[in-house]
């Protein structure tokens, strides 16, 4: 109880720095927030083209059923494998003369079907990644049946590379606004030390221990990163709400994701508190 009424009185005794450190730590997490959401935003758009990513093995026309066989029946056996379908040349221009039909009269003017059949690998959730279907796509083309293997290497490659730049910048300026917080905490603390020396000296000489004089300052850092945290969220969501609303729909982000950046705002503000403190406690 006396660690809270401190802390509250604390907040009274300087509003202003307590204002401008939530703020901070506010801003801090609020870039982090518009990059989740960015993020959060492109992993669900590339988790949708990811779900197309397969591979296709276009067999050769004098391909015999046995070699086929062995074929389906080795990429089968592949763990990141869930399925594999045969896809007949008939089949193959039936599909497209339905999904390209500006070419319909192109189609109909031939006397012999020009496409190959194909083998189309469906690959498991979470295993769509490049190292993956190249292993795939190279064990399928020692095969003799095989004629060639096409994957889309170039953009399955960028699929990813899209997603690594995406956390990368998350992490790189969340982390530089959080040390500008951690210095504007760090300050806020110093300076609320200093304006209780003589308290804190007379507590000193009737047997306060220094956790017992920590403890208000801790608490006071982490309710001060609770609140900044709580800021970042709402304003976080007031930018996702004018962007869907304004120019493209986005999704939200989880609300465990949410809760977690508070929480993160209170560790933050408890961390720079504790620092600060052992720092200049010992200067009075």
């Known amino acids: ?28 997490l609020f870039v982090v927030g518009l990059f ?13 083209i990811e779900d197309r990513v397969e591979v296709v093995a276009y067999v050769r026309d004098n391909a015999l059923d046995e070699e086929l066989r062995i074929l389906e029946e080795d990429v089968m056996a592949m763990p ?3 399925g594999v379908r045969y896809v007949s040349k008939d089949q193959a221009l039936e ?8 070419f319909e009269d192109l189609f109909a003017g031939l006397d012999t079907n020009p496409l190959p059949a194909s083998m189309e690998v469906e690959l498991a959730s979470g295993a769509r990644t490049p190292d993956v279907v190249a292993r795939v796509a190279e064990r399928m083309t020692l095969h003799p049946a095989v004629e060639d293997v096409r994957y889309g290497q170039e953009w399955v490659d960028r699929l990813f590379l899209l997603q690594n730049i995406g956390g990368i910048a998350t992490l790189i300026l969340g982390s530089a606004f959080a040390v500008v917080a951690a210095l504007i905490i760090g ?4 300076i609320a030390l200093f304006a209780r020396r003589e308290e804190i000296q007379v507590m000193r000489l009737v047997g306060a221990t220094n956790g017992f004089i ?19 969220a709402a304003a976080t969501w ?21 809760l977690a950046g508070i929480g993160a705002g209170a560790a933050f503000g408890l961390l720079a508190s504790a620092v600060s403190i ?7």
């Open 36 to 48: 989740g959401v960015a993020t959060y935003n492109l992993h669900e758009a590339l988790s949708r």
């Open 278 to 284: 052992r720092r200049h406690l010992q200067e009075i």
């Open 80 to 82: 990141e494998v869930v």
């Open 187 to 190: 300050t806020a603390i110093r």
């Open 1 to 28: 109880m006396h660690a809270i009424r401190e802390a509250i009185a604390g907040f009274r005794r300087a509003p202003l720095l307590t204002a401008l450190s939530a703020t901070m730590v506010g801003l801090a």
């Open 95 to 102: 599909a497209a003369r339905r999904d390209l039909p500006e």
């Open 214 to 232: 920590r403890r208000p300052f801790l608490l006071e850092g982490a309710i001060t990163g609770a609140l900044g945290g709580t800021l970042a």
């Open 238 to 258: 007031g930018a996702w709400w004018g962007v869907s609303n304004a120019v493209f729909p986005l999704s939200w982000i989880p609300w465990s994701w949410v």
